[in-house]
């Protein structure tokens, strides 16, 4: 399960701190994190997902200093990943329409990401912890529903129904039924 917007602030307000525990095991959280979050950026790039997720933790080690405590972790660490895929996308002359700059411009406003972070916790808690892992799984952190399966350790249908059950229950909350 991802690590939750507190739990990555502790880690990082304690490595700061010269926890050297504390920030390996905010390195090993990240992982998945920024997987999800180049993997919605660039389909069927997993080698360059890889290496953008490597110079994205060399970075927040590196940079680790310019973090503000008072400030949500989370927003810092996307805007150092926002930075890594842009130095990418120049190193590979890849060109990036003008709609995508700006849908990411809008859905990565730290406080929106933040209030949402919060707002889907809320939400998915509603549900089983299948279903929320599932949903989590798939949705979130963009796995397949066999990858998901195999996490789990239940069959691939099985994550198909969870997820599509736990979708229509939570838009059910949402529409207020």
């Known amino acids: 399960m991802a690590a ?7 880690l990082m307000l304690g490595g700061l701190d010269g926890d050297a525990a504390a920030h390996g095991a905010l390195l090993r959280a990240l992982v998945p994190l920024l997987r999800s ?11 360059d997902i ?15 200093s310019t973090y503000d405590r008072d ?6 660490l996307y805007a150092v990943a926002r930075y890594r ?8 002359k890849l060109s990036v329409a003008l709609e995508d700059v700006e849908a990411s411009l809008v ?3 730290a406080e929106a990401v933040f209030s949402a972070q919060m707002d889907l916790d809320t939400l ?9 892992r599932a949903i989590r799984d798939t949705q979130l952190e963009g796995k397949s529903a066999a990858e998901a399966a195999a996490d789990a350790g239940i069959g691939e249908s099985d994550v198909k ?12 909350r949402i529409r207020g039924s």
Do not use: C, M, N
């Open 107 to 109: 859905a990565d406003d």
């Open 50 to 64: 890889d290496d953008l997720i490597q110079e994205t933790l060399i970075a927040v080690h590196t940079r680790r």
């Open 4 to 10: 939750s917007e507190d739990q990555l602030k502790t």
């Open 161 to 172: 129904v969870s997820v599509h059950r736990g979708l229509k229950a939570l838009a059910a």
């Open 71 to 76: 400030r949500p972790f989370t927003a810092w």
């Open 124 to 132: 998915l808690a509603t549900l089983s912890p299948k279903q929320a």
């Open 37 to 47: 979050f180049y993997r919605r950026r660039l389909s069927g790039a997993e080698g």
């Open 85 to 92: 895929i842009i130095d990418h996308a120049r190193r590979r």
